[in-house]
C-alpha cells in the first residue's frame, strides 16, 4: 500500500515538474536566416576594363564578423559589439559577399570572365576584399555600415592595380533585421558601382602594362 502511494505522489510531482517547466520556458525562440540578393546592375559596359579574366576570392574578416551571427552595436557604444543568438546569415558572409560580387561584376562587364578560384580558370587579375565593418547600429538613426577594402592585383607581375577602401552608411526604415537586409544590399550595390567606375577610369595604358 506505501509503495503505490509513494509511485502515485512521485507521478503527481513528475507530472508538476513537467506541467511548470513548460508553463515558464515557454516556446523556444525560432532562428532567422537571411541572404545578401543583390538587384542587377542598371547598365553594363561596353567594353572590359580588364582585359583578361577576373578572379573574385574568398573576402576575409575578422573572427566576430566572419561568423554568421548578425553583428550589431547600439547607441553610444562605438567599439562595443554584439551578435544576434537567433539571426544568422544562411552561410559565412565571406562566402556571401564572394559570390554576390562575382554574380555582380560579371553582369555588369568588367572583366571578359569574372570567376572564383574553384572553377580553376587561369586569370590576368585577381580581386581581394577585406571586410572591415558589417554592422547594425541600432540607435536614433537606425543604420548598417558596410566597409570594403577591395584591391586588384595583375597575376603576370603581382602589381597592384587598385587599391581603394569603400564605406557606405545606409540607413534603415525601423529596427526590423529585415530592414537592415534590404540596406545591406543597397549599401553593397552602390560599393559595387563605385568601384567599376574606379575600375573603367583606370587607363588603358596602365592595365595592359599590368599584364606585361
Given at each position: 500500500?506505501?509503495?503505490?502511494?509513494?509511485?502515485?505522489?512521485?507521478?503527481?510531482?513528475?507530472?508538476?515538474?513537467?506541467?511548470?517547466?513548460?508553463?515558464?520556458g515557454g516556446q523556444p525562440s525560432p532562428d532567422y536566416f537571411y541572404r545578401l540578393n543583390l538587384p542587377d546592375p542598371t547598365t553594363r559596359l561596353d567594353t572590359p576594363p580588364l582585359d583578361g579574366t577576373l578572379q573574385v576570392t574568398r573576402p576575409w574578416a575578422d573572427a566576430?564578423?566572419?561568423?554568421?551571427?548578425?553583428?550589431?552595436?547600439?547607441?553610444?557604444?562605438?567599439?562595443?559589439?554584439?551578435?544576434?543568438?537567433?539571426?544568422?546569415?544562411?552561410?559565412?558572409?565571406?562566402?556571401?559577399?564572394?559570390?554576390?560580387?562575382?554574380?555582380?561584376?560579371?553582369?555588369?562587364?568588367?572583366?571578359?570572365?569574372?570567376?572564383?578560384?574553384?572553377?580553376?580558370?587561369?586569370?590576368?587579375?585577381?580581386?581581394?576584399?577585406?571586410?572591415?565593418?558589417?554592422?547594425?547600429?541600432?540607435?536614433?538613426?537606425?543604420?548598417?555600415?558596410?566597409?570594403?577594402?577591395?584591391?586588384?592585383?595583375?597575376?603576370?607581375?603581382?602589381?597592384?592595380?587598385?587599391?581603394?577602401?569603400?564605406?557606405?552608411?545606409?540607413?534603415?526604415?525601423?529596427?526590423?533585421?529585415?530592414?537592415?537586409?534590404?540596406?545591406?544590399?543597397?549599401?553593397?550595390?552602390?560599393?559595387?558601382?563605385?568601384?567599376?567606375?574606379?575600375?573603367?577610369?583606370?587607363?588603358?595604358?596602365?592595365?595592359?602594362?599590368?599584364?606585361?
Open positions: 500500500m506505501r509503495i503505490s502511494y509513494r509511485i502515485c505522489l512521485i507521478g503527481q510531482v513528475v507530472v508538476g515538474v513537467l506541467l511548470l517547466s513548460g508553463c515558464l566576430l564578423t566572419s561568423e554568421r551571427h548578425l553583428v550589431y552595436r547600439k547607441e553610444g557604444k562605438i567599439s562595443e559589439l554584439n551578435h544576434h543568438a537567433y539571426h544568422r546569415w544562411v552561410d559565412s558572409p565571406t562566402l556571401l559577399l564572394q559570390q554576390e560580387m562575382t554574380q555582380y561584376l560579371r553582369k555588369v562587364g568588367l572583366a571578359e570572365q569574372v570567376v572564383t578560384p574553384e572553377m580553376r580558370t587561369k586569370a590576368e587579375f585577381t580581386l581581394s576584399c577585406r571586410i572591415a565593418r558589417l554592422e547594425r547600429v541600432l540607435d536614433q538613426s537606425p543604420r548598417v555600415i558596410l566597409e570594403l577594402e577591395l584591391g586588384i592585383t595583375s597575376m603576370k607581375n603581382r602589381r597592384t592595380v587598385l587599391l581603394r577602401t569603400y564605406h557606405e552608411e545606409q540607413p534603415t526604415t525601423d529596427l526590423e533585421v529585415a530592414s537592415s537586409i534590404a540596406a545591406y544590399n543597397q549599401a553593397l550595390s552602390t560599393i559595387l558601382q563605385r568601384f567599376t567606375q574606379d575600375t573603367s577610369q583606370l587607363s588603358l595604358l596602365k592595365l595592359t602594362d599590368a599584364k606585361l
